[in-house]
């Protein structure tokens, strides 16, 4: 297991770190806002939500018209995260980051409200998606972890989320 002080100079230590920090950006961050989501947003009321929102009306592409469509029978899976950002910022769901949404700047540690937690998951999650490095020592792998958790618990108490996510975060 990574810890904070170890350097993590194995190479397949470091490419198991990169995996799994892969895997905690593309199945567990978005299923805390698929979670959020279904409480905030409950998929039978999404599409008449989306078509009185006029950004949305005018904005969303074709294929995330049909993506929306298919919430009501599939639920929030088949929606990916940028869809999901949008759909929670436009349709005003959580209260907005302290920065706002988008900011040039990261939220900082002490910003701890529900919307710096949504942007903390877009960020990261695209951090490590677009990143061309696949090497992940321990430390950074243990910093990206703490952040994770930190929001999973965040989300576990304040949105009343099932805690199916913390836990999963918790197992890798």
Known sequence: ????????NNTGEIMTNYARL??????????LLR???VI??????????????????????SHE????KSVQTHLYNNVDVPLMYKIIRNLNLVPRPTRGWDSQIDPMASEITIGDDIERIR???NEIVHRGNTKVDNLEFANYFLIFKGIA?????DCTTPATTHQSLGML
């Open 65 to 68: 018209w049909a993506i929306i």
């Open 40 to 61: 905030k947003e409950p998929p039978h009321l999404l599409d008449g939500h989306v078509h009185a929102n006029k950004y949305l009306l005018r904005n969303l592409r």
């Open 123 to 125: 960020r990261s999650r």
């Open 22 to 31: 892969g895997h905690a950006a593309q199945h567990e961050l978005p299923n």
């Open 35 to 37: 979670e959020l989501l």
């Open 1 to 8: 297991m990574a810890t904070a002080g170890s350097t993590g």
């Open 153 to 157: 618990h965040k989300c576990v108490l």
